[in-house]
T-cell receptor, first 116, second 112 residues
Framework: GAVVSQHPSRVICKSGTSVKIECRSL??????MFWYRQFPKQSLMLMAT?????????EQGVEKDKFLINHASLTLSTLTVTSAHPEDSSFYIC????????????FGPGTRLLVL | DAKTTQPPSMDCAEGRAANLPCNHS???????VYWYRQIHSQGPQYIIH???NNETNEMASLIITEDRKSSTLILPHATLRDTAVYYC?????????????FGQGTILTVHP
């Protein structure tokens, strides 16, 4: 299946700093990428939908100024958590959609963010 | 969004078949049924998908009822490494929009 990578796999930062997470589709082009967040013992929650070359669409309750998403190319999307606070500590997972052939969506391995 | 209903948890003995049910009575004609699983602290892993017909791959089999209102994921010979949360999800056919919404899934525990 299609491979999606994320970097870094885990990050620890101080409160007030910004953190950037990269998501790449390695062997396919993804016009649409998605960012999810997952708290312990909970399911994945969609944060935003990112289309290449256009502004991301955020889910209700997700602050677009805090979670900056850039989808500059068909293989790369980035999520920047600005002015991170301890409550932003979570597991962030990106996903890329494949439309060629049978449609599918593939997920990255996730990034564990801990804000101290 | 369309919703699926899954039992919160299931147990299975190692080596036996694990049958995970999913109800999706509101599925539309062009929506696929996709199954993913998530092992602790990893991203969801694609397992299998189907539209109308039963499907089989190296990981699992998918049985979809004729009315498409429910399906069953079958892991024919469960191993301890199959312990994970299993999600049954609708996937909009042939479009770039449409969000995958995750429910709570089924926690499958495979025991020796």
């Amino acid at each position: 299946g299609a491979v999606v990578s994320q970097h870094p796999s885990r990050v620890i930062c101080k409160s007030g700093t910004s953190v950037k997470i990269e998501c790449r589709s390695l062997d396919f082009q993804a016009t649409t990428m998605f960012w999810y967040r997952q708290f312990p013992k909970q399911s994945l929650m969609l944060m935003a939908t990112s289309n290449e070359g256009s502004k991301a669409t955020y889910e209700q309750g997700v602050e677009k100024d805090k979670f900056l998403i850039n989808h500059a190319s068909l293989t790369l999307s980035t999520l920047t958590v600005t002015s991170a606070h301890p409550e932003d500590s979570s597991f962030y997972i990106c996903s890329a959609r494949v439309l060629a052939g049978v449609p599918g969506q593939y997920f990255g391995p996730g990034t564990r963010l801990l804000v101290l | 969004d369309a919703k699926t209903t899954q039992p919160p948890s299931m147990d299975c003995a190692e080596g036996r078949a694990a049958n995970l049910p999913c109800n999706h009575s509101t599925i539309s004609g062009n929506e696929y049924v996709y199954w993913y699983r998530q092992i602790h602290s990893q991203g969801p892993q694609y397992i299998i998908h189907g539209l109308k017909n039963n499907e089989t791959n190296e990981m699992a089999s998918l049985i979809i009822t004729e009315d498409r209102k429910s399906s069953t994921l079958i892991l024919p010979h469960a191993t301890l490494r199959d312990t994970a949360v299993y999600y049954c999800i609708f996937f909009p056919g042939g479009t770039s929009y449409g969000k995958l919404t995750f429910g709570q899934g089924t926690i499958l525990t495979v025991h020796p």
